[in-house]
Structure formats: C-alpha cells, structure tokens
C-alpha cells in the first residue's frame, strides 16, 4: 500500500523512535554499504506495515505513524516537548491566542480576577446532569467545564436542573470562540495605588495590561501592584512587551542561546510606556513561570519593581512550536534564556530537557547584580526581594473540601442562591457589610435543608473561609466585580505586604529598599 506524504514524514522522523525502541541498534551499528537514512526509514514503513497486517489485534496504519511519533518525542525526556494532534493543538492554540469555547456558562470570582461575562444560559446554581448524553454524576466542575468546551461539535445538548426546581431540563447551546483577557479590568486601591492580574502571556496580553494600567493612571493611581501569581507563561514575545513597557527602548530584556552559543539572540525594550514615576511591586510565587518570568527577572534586574511572595518555578528554557498539518504541530524546547544579568533561573533536573545536563554547583557561586549594583542570587527560579507566604486561610479550605467530598458543587449552588437572596431582600446596603456569625447560621441550615452532610463542628473550622467566600458571593451579587477584589485585598497577605511597601515610599528605589531591609531583618513571613 502506497503511505500518504504525512505518513513519509513521520516515518523519516520515527527511524530515531526505532532507535530508542530497539536499544539504539540502528545508532550502534556500522551502517553497510548504501544504507542510507532513507532506506532505514524505507526500513521501519515495512515494520509498521508488517504490524498493521499480521498484529494480533487490529490497529490502523495511521494510528501506528502517530503513535510512533508521539514515543519519538517522549524519549526526548523533556517534559515541554509535545506532539500536539487535534482537539490538543486546537486547545493550545486557543491558549496562544487568548480564546475559549464559551457555552453560556455563567463565570464567578476567582481568586484574583474573574472569568468573563456571559449570558446565563446556565447560571451558577443549576445543576449538568447529563453532557450529550454522558451522566456527568460524580463529576467536579473542571471536568463538567472541559466536556463543554472541548467537545468536537460546534453544538452541546445538556440535562440541567435549574437552581430551585426538581424538574430537569434539555439546553441546547453553541460553542462559541469568545476572547479571553489576559489581564484583567483593574482596580484602584486606597491611597492611589492600582491592582492589576495579569493571568497569562497571550495575544495581545500587552496591549490588554497597558489599556488597564492606564485607565487607572488617568484615575490618579501613583503606584501599581502587579499579579503574576500562578501566571504559568506564554508566548516569549508578549513577555517581552510587557517588560518593555515599564523599560526604556533598548534596555535587554532576556537573552537566549539556542545551539548556535556563539549567537545569542538578545530581546530589547522595543515600546514604552509613560509609567516612569509609578512605583510598581509584582507578586510571583510557584506558579510563575516562562515568560511570566522573563518579566519578573528583567524588572529585577533593572531594578525597575520589588518582587513580593514566594520563588517562581524555574523555568529558563524556551519551547519552539513547529506547525507539521493542519491538525498536527510539534513543540520542542531550542533554547535557553537568561536575564539581563546573565542569570538561568532553570529549577533542576536538567535531564528532562534534552540531555542539557545538571547544574554543577561552583565552588564560588558567581555574584550576580542589578543595574543599580545590587546583588542577587543564582538559584532555580527567581527570588521575591521578600518572602510572604500565602494566607493561611488555605487550611480551613482544605478541611472544608475534604469533608464536602461530592457535595461541593451543592455547597456552591446553595452559596449562591443565599447571596442571591440577600439581593432581593435587601438586607445588605453597605459595600462594607461584614459576615455576621448569624448569615452563617442560616448558610449552614440552608445546606442541610439541601441533603449536605456536613458536620457543624468542621463547619466552624472553617468558618474564617466560609466567611470569605460568603462574602466574596454576597458582594458580587449586590456591589460588582471590584468590589469582590477589594474585599478579597483584604484577606491575601502577599498583597497587603506589596501594599505596605508601595504606600511607605516616595520612590522606586525606596519601595526596592524597604524590601529588601525588610527581607534582611527577618521580617518575611
């Protein structure tokens, strides 16, 4: 049978899976005489063949190509290698460009920033029952939320039981490609300070950032606190732009070596913006990586922001994405990059990307500084100026989901139809209500009277979080988003930390110092 172009391509790329396969014999061995790559490759199409006709169990030629492929990239031992095929490189394209599958879903708070709005063709009470036919019982809501918006077809046909009724219901809707921000709106603090979230590196993600930051500018903010807390990257370009904004053209970004060590590619400061005098602060913890490290790494070295919360991930290498089809891409790792100090945030093993190898500890770490002359260290990941770790209201988040189990998504719908109640009500007129012990009472009874089997005693262990988000619930409904992030500000210690700084100093040199004495006196908690 005559293989198709895609399947030559494969099979020219999948002599070196029967390499690894095969314990690298073809590798190993004196090639004889004529034996070019591409009678081997001629070599491992009669394999597959062979399989495809002889093979116990029945498996299409195609599907062997692929799977082939896919063992190809896996023996790279490098964890951000992928062959993307399908609905996988349909889905890390939406990522790239900053678009979802909306299907009506109606999007809450998060914890530091919120999803966009959309029309309530399922509101935040109902219960999916069923997801084209698929029972989804048992289901948590990440995986409800990625069957409707992964499915194949441009329609889902749902089985919801809409909030307050015992009858269910069939909802037809469209998936739809919506725009997904990739910062978010903004919100003006006390004292002129602004608060922004930048949730991930995507198209456009720099143009997004400076709409909001200056829209707050315009409202009179003085200094910024940027979030880039579980911001996991992107595309290496709009980390670029985004530092560049608080930068000065020309200023180097990061540097990157790819095989060719002897040229680098360095990325500069292209378009700035008029943000000089804002003293800024970025958030970073262990979900900050990639390209959200670029940005943190260049503005600390330039000494452009203090850093505040915990090590980011270390990841000091970059990913290439090579379209091979319409459908298929692979996406290999070609390059490290460094900060304009000249740092490799890399966290080790190094063996999972590409045999670089582990860092060897030197006897003398090399001392590493900052525009202005400050030290600063060599390790996995970058380090906060000053270390705040988060809330420890975790805890009681914890021992609540543990003990709800399968009745979360009850505990939510029944969250939201209390603060929807307290809405029509209008009992809560004051943007600045607090959660009295009593509301929780009448939480607590209404998810009895739901069949919640939740113990009162765990109920009060947790009470600060019930606390947070029944107030977070009851704020969205009566006040908007803002004011779910003002109340939120409240209860997030890195931020209130960041806030402290920015408010004590009259400069950027003075917010970089007060964090640092800060971090040098023992002060990080």
Known sequence: MKSSPRARWVALTSVVTISFLSGAWLTRAKPSAGGSVYQQARLFENVVGAVHRHYIDSMGEGDLYQRAAAALVTSLNDPYAELLVRENYREYQRQMTGTQLDVGIQRGPTESGFGPGTPATVGPGDEVLSIDGKSTVGWGAAKVDEALRRGADTTVTMVVRPLGSDRPVVRRMRRTPVHVPAASPGVLLDDGVGYVVLHRMSDRAADELRVAVDRLKQDGMKALVLDLRSNPGGLIREGVKVAGLFLHPGDTVAVSRGRAAKSPRVYLAEESADWDGIRLVLLVNRGTASSAEVIA?????????????????????????????????????????????????????????????????????????????????????????????????????????????????????????????????????????????????????????????????????????????????????????????????????????????????????????????????????
């Open 297 to 525: 790494g260049a503005l600390q070295d330039h000494d452009r922001a203090a850093l505040v919360g915990t090590p980011t991930y270390g990841k000091g290498v970059l990913q290439t994405t090579y379209p091979l089809g319409e459908e298929v891409a692979l996406k290999l790792t070609t390059a490290k990059w460094f900060t304009p100090s000249g740092r490799w945030v890399q966290r080790p093993p190094m063996e999972a990307v590409g045999g670089a190898g582990n860092r060897t500890p030197a006897l003398e770490p090399k001392v590493f500084r900052t525009l202005a002359g400050r030290p600063i260290p060599d390790q996995s990941g970058i380090l906060p100026d000053l270390t705040v770790r988060s809330s420890l209201r975790a805890d009681g988040e914890r021992l609540l989901y543990s003990a709800l189990g399968d009745d979360l998504e009850r505990f939510r719908r029944v969250l939201s139809a209390y603060a929807a109640e307290l809405r029509a009500d209008g009992s809560v007129t004051d943007e600045a209500f607090k959660v009295t012990a009593g509301m929780r009472d009448v939480l607590y009874d209404r998810l009895l009277d739901e069949g919640v089997s939740l113990r009162r005693e765990t109920y009060e262990d947790a009470s600060a979080y019930v606390a947070d988000q029944l107030g977070y619930e009851i704020a969205r409904e009566l006040f908007g988003t803002e004011s779910v992030v003002r109340r939120q500000a409240k209860a997030d210690r890195q931020l209130q930390a960041a806030l402290r700084l920015v408010r004590g100093a009259d400069s950027q040199q003075e917010t970089i110092t007060s964090a640092v004495a800060a971090q040098a006196a023992g002060r990080s908690r």
